[in-house]
């Protein structure tokens, strides 16, 4: 990563809510062709959530603590911040001095631009804004957010927008908080209905519905350059999964999430 940060523009995408086991049946069933073709081996890594909702988890994102590997670690990590005892900071992480990856790479010369989805990053309120606020640009509009069954077509114009409007030798960090996988989401499923609620079924529509526009986000990431992406889950979510609904509890729906990083060369 220390050759990658000052080179490459980044992208991270959080797939808000979004389970691993749908994640990877969909991928193996060629359901989402756009993400699949980019999964290392077109399969999704098995991962550790570093939290169990979304505050928690994005806090610990950005302090460096990506979802961990499913195997016996220790794991080294691609960012940390400089930290005496660390057993996961390695020669290839990047270690920054800051509280935060996101000031971090402002200091390095990034243009931090966050595209919020769920309420955690609606500026609304002082909640809504601790994670917004770590950024030098954010963006969030109620056609953003978890109502909304057209929220990630929304985002991507937007994402779209910025970079179109930054200057081409400024680097770029975007962060892009999906939330269509977040409940609402019956509403990604013909035939659904709000009275039948969301299932795992409208879960994995959701899914499909982010993977039909995610090209156009990716096309834009790295239409000035070579772009490294991560594209993962914050945590997941459980359907009747032994009684439980939800999430911020500990069950391996909620515990175990998808991961991949990658290279977008550039389109330009």
């Not at 500026?123 to 069954?149: K, R, T």
């Not at 990630?152 to 939330?179: H, I």
């Not at 899914?207 to 986000?217: A, F, N, P, S, T």
């Amino acid at each position: 990563m220390n050759e990658v940060v000052g080179r490459d523009d980044l992208l991270l995408v959080t797939l808000d809510t979004l389970r691993f086991d749908v994640a990877a049946e969909l991928a193996a069933a060629g359901r989402i062709p756009n993400l699949a073709r980019h999964l290392p081996g077109g399969v999704w890594e098995k991962r550790h959530a570093p939290g169990s909702f979304t505050y928690a988890a994005h806090q610990a994102m950005f302090a460096g603590f990506l979802p961990t590997p499913a195997t016996q670690g220790p794991h080294p990590r691609l960012f940390a911040a400089r930290f005496a005892g660390s057993e996961t900071t390695a020669g290839r992480t990047f270690v920054f001095d800051t509280p935060d990856l996101v000031s971090a790479l402002a200091g390095a010369g990034y243009r931090t631009v966050c595209i919020g989805g769920v309420g955690f990053f609606n500026n609304q309120g002082p909640l809504g804004s601790v994670l917004p606020g770590l950024f030098q640009e954010s963006h969030w509009e109620p056609e953003f957010g978890v109502a909304s069954p057209t929220s990630f077509e929304a985002q991507v114009a937007r994402a779209e927008q910025v970079v179109a409007a930054l200057p081409r030798d400024r680097r770029l960090f975007l962060f892009v908080n999906v939330p269509s996988l977040h409940q609402p989401n019956w509403f990604h499923q013909p035939g659904a209905s709000r009275a039948a609620g969301d299932s795992r079924e409208t879960h994995a529509a959701a899914l499909e519905y982010v993977d039909r526009h995610i090209g156009r986000l990716f096309t834009a990431a790295s239409s000035r350059r070579r772009c490294f992406a991560i594209v993962c889950s914050d945590h997941g979510t459980a359907y009747g999964d032994g009684g439980f609904t939800g999430h911020r509890l500990g069950h391996e729906a909620v515990w175990t999430v998808p991961y991949a990083h990658f290279f977008l060369e550039a389109s330009a």
